[in-house]
C-alpha cells in the first residue's frame, strides 16, 4: 500500500525557470494539501484540493504559484520565475475524506528546490 | 488569525523524560495533532486530541486542555532515535487543513 508519493525528490532550477512539483496521494484519499519548510521551521500552509477543486488557497502567495489537481493524474504546484527565496522543502499530504473524527495527514518525503 | 507557540529546542538525556508544550489560539478548533519529523524526512503522525484529558501511547502521551488552549507531548523513556523535530498542529472547525506551530528540536544526549 503505497504512501504518499511525491517526485522529484530534488530539483535544481536558476532563477526566472519554471518548477513543477507532482504529488500522487495514497490510495483512497481524495484531499490533498501542500505545505513549505524552509531550513529549521515550521510546516507553512500553502493550498488544499480535492479533484477539480480548490477548496482552501489561503496561503498561497498572489503571484507565480498555482495548484491544480486533476480528475487524472496527480496534483502539482508550479512555481513560474522562480526566485532564490523560493527554495525550500515542499511537503505534500493527502488524507480521505472529511471525518468527524481524527484525520490526521499523511505526509510525502518532500520535494527539495534549489533556486541557483 | 492562528498562532501556535511551542519552544524551539530542547536537550533532554537519554533515558529521561522530557515534555514539550504547545499553545494556541484559533479562531476554530476541531483537534490537536503531534506529528514527529527527523531531519531531511517527511513528519509522521504521532498522537491526536481532540476532547481534553490525557492519551497513551506506548513511550508517547499527549495531553490535551481546550479551556486552556494547551497540550503537550510527553515523550518518556528517551532513545537517541528520538532526536527530532515534534510539531504541533491545530485543526479549526473548518476542514481538514492543519496549521503547524514552528517545531521543537529535541536533542537526546548519551
Known amino acids: 500500500n503505497a504512501g504518499v508519493m511525491q517526485n522529484p525528490r530534488h530539483l535544481v532550477r536558476r532563477r526566472g525557470q519554471e518548477a513543477r512539483l507532482r504529488c500522487s496521494p495514497m490510495?483512497?484519499?481524495?484531499?490533498v494539501y501542500w505545505y513549505r519548510q524552509l531550513p529549521e521551521e515550521g510546516l507553512k500552509f500553502m493550498v488544499y484540493l480535492q479533484k477539480e477543486n480548490i477548496i482552501d488557497e489561503s496561503g498561497m502567495p498572489k503571484e507565480r504559484f498555482s495548484a491544480e489537481f486533476p480528475k487524472e493524474g496527480p496534483s502539482i504546484l508550479r512555481i513560474q520565475q522562480v526566485v532564490r527565496g523560493d527554495s525550500a522543502a515542499y511537503f505534500c499530504?493527502?488524507?480521505?475524506?472529511?471525518?468527524?473524527?481524527?484525520?490526521?495527514?499523511?505526509f510525502g518525503e518532500g520535494s527539495r528546490l534549489t533556486v541557483l | 488569525g492562528q498562532n501556535i507557540d511551542q519552544p524551539t529546542e530542547m536537550t533532554a538525556t537519554e533515558g529521561a523524560i522530557v515534555q514539550i508544550n504547545c499553545t494556541y489560539q484559533?479562531?476554530?478548533?476541531?483537534?490537536l495533532f503531534w506529528y514527529q519529523q527527523h531531519a531531511g524526512e517527511a513528519p509522521t503522525f504521532l498522537s491526536y486530541?481532540?476532547?481534553?484529558g490525557l492519551e497513551e501511547k506506548g513511550r508517547f502521551s499527549s495531553f490535551l486542555s481546550r479551556s486552556k488552549g494547551y497540550s503537550y507531548l510527553l515523550l518518556k523513556e528517551l532513545q537517541m532515535k528520538d532526536s527530532a523535530s515534534y510539531l504541533c498542529?491545530?485543526?479549526?472547525?473548518?476542514?481538514?487543513?492543519?496549521?503547524f506551530g514552528g517545531g521543537t528540536r529535541v536533542l537526546v544526549k548519551p
Open positions: 499530504a493527502s488524507s480521505p475524506p472529511v471525518s468527524g473524527v481524527g484525520g490526521e495527514l499523511f
Open positions: 490510495k483512497g484519499h481524495s484531499h
Open positions: 484559533t479562531s476554530g478548533f476541531n483537534g
Open positions: 498542529a491545530v485543526r479549526e472547525a473548518a476542514g481538514n487543513k492543519l496549521t
Open positions: 486530541n481532540v476532547l481534553d
